[in-house]
């Protein structure tokens, strides 16, 4: 995916007018979605059967390229263009939560961006976007997990980053503070997330889940890539392929807001996003870029 945003903002910095522009392959190639089979090797029938034109996960299923592409910042005036590409040099599937990864990971590099031109606090600026209270509440809460306006001296090559979404803009809330170390090579030391998925039924499950993206997100970020030769994907084994390692982990601390008297919400794909963005958001990748020129990705 490839993302573009624009926006104009009023005498006070905040967004009056915002474009988002997304190029995408489709999301729904793995097997039997959107009516087709969707399986390779049906190019080598002498005649292969004709299915329904290739297209991206409808909207009302949660979109492919356009999951989570409208934030629920309060903008008066959005405008989203979508570029679906359906035919790419490498045949695409599904990667963990669709075009949410990709497009909370813009809308909140964005938001920084803004709240750094606007000469704010990250949070502080994304609180005077937020009306909602079930969003400002997540929001707060992991600010204060964090101790985020507290003042505390972080050792050198160490800073904070901010990420928040709500998973498809109908299931859980998550906002994720996460810290990380650079020096070199990036690390992550610790994550703190504030979740609110309605009423828990398994608190122990929702965590699991929670906990889990937030180790996705991390493997997604720091470590995961598929290298390409010759016209294709030359990743074989686990060693073409890094993800994290256990001794890579972070403490992480989890709060479940209680909402007895709401609808449970999914929380399967929830903290993802949310998380790269906050490891994407740590000042230290400014101060650090010099030092670490030769190994940066």
């Not at 409808?58 to 679906?84: C, F, M, Q, S, V």
């Not at 599937?93 to 909140?108: D, K, Q, T, Y």
Request: a negative charge.
């Amino acid at each position: 995916m490839a993302i573009g945003l624009r926006a104009l903002l009023d005498a006070e910095h905040k967004p009056v007018e915002w474009t988002i522009e997304i190029w995408s392959a489709p999301h729904a190639q793995r097997p039997g979605m959107n009516g087709n089979a969707n399986f390779t090797g049906l190019e080598a029938l002498p005649d292969p059967p004709r299915f329904n034109e290739l297209n991206d996960v409808p909207d009302e299923r949660g979109g492919g390229a356009t999951r989570n592409a409208y934030p629920i910042y309060d903008l008066p005036r959005h405008r989203l263009i979508h570029h679906l590409l359906p035919e790419m040099p490498l045949r695409t599937s599904s990667l963990r939560g669709l075009g949410a990864w990709a497009n909370v990971f813009a809308i909140e590099s964005f938001i920084d961006e803004l709240a750094e031109a606007a000469g704010e606090d990250p949070v502080t600026y994304r609180l005077a976007l937020l009306s909602d209270p079930r969003a400002r509440r997540v929001v707060e809460t992991a600010a204060q997990m964090s101790g985020w306006f507290e003042p505390h001296a972080l050792p050198e090559g160490r800073a904070r980053g901010f990420g928040f979404a709500r998973y498809k803009n109908l299931a859980a809330f998550a906002a994720v503070v996460a810290e990380v170390e650079v020096d070199q090579e990036v690390r992550l030391k610790r994550v703190w997330c504030a979740a609110d998925a309605g009423l828990v039924i398994s608190p122990d499950g929702a965590r699991n889940q929670v906990e889990g993206g937030i180790i996705m997100g991390a493997s997604f970020a720091m470590k995961e890539r598929v290298p390409f030769a010759d016209g294709k994907v030359a990743a074989v084994t686990w060693e073409d392929y890094p993800i994290l390692r256990f001794s890579e982990v972070p403490e992480i601390e989890i709060d479940l807001l209680d909402q007895p008297n709401e609808p449970t919400l999914g929380l399967g794909e929830a903290s993802v996003g949310p998380t790269g963005a906050a490891i994407g958001q740590t000042p230290t990748r400014r101060a650090a870029a010099t030092r670490c020129e030769g190994s940066r990705r």
